[in-house]
């Protein structure tokens, strides 16, 4: 087993690590949409707190050493499912066929007020 950490993804902020490699699979944790190099939220709505969330995880996964045509599943939540087709729009521009399996649900709350927070598994290739 093998922690995974970048300067260029929020540090976490409790006890556990931005992603743990186990037998060439990356388990990401949630990101949520901080933008690394200010440690604050991104400014904006769903749309841009779903960019800043999927990039992080990006950058996680570049750390491991893989990336996101790599992922196999993906877990996105959501403080209100009536965002969910503006978040759809952006996840869109991240991932090709075949695209990862995806859950997607709504949460009563996120971390530090986020609307979004997208967790990826991924595997090296």
């Known amino acids: 087993m093998k922690t995974i950490h970048t300067n260029n993804a929020p540090a976490a902020i409790g006890p556990y690590s931005q992603a743990i490699e186990v037998n060439g699979f990356i388990f990401a944790s949630g990101q949520i949409p901080i933008d690394p190099s200010t440690g604050n939220f991104v400014e904006g709505d769903i749309k841009e707190q779903t960019k800043q969330a999927i990039t992080n995880a990006k950058n996680i996964l570049e750390e491991a050493g893989t990336d996101l045509a790599h992922v196999v599943k993906t877990t996105v939540y959501l403080a209100n499912m009536a965002d969910f087709a503006a978040m759809n ?12 399996a995806r859950s997607a649900v709504a949460v009563k709350d996120l971390p530090k007020g986020a609307l979004v927070e997208v967790e990826v598994l991924a595997y090296k290739g």
């Open 89 to 100: 729009e952006v996840y869109a521009t991240f991932f090709q066929q075949p695209f990862p």
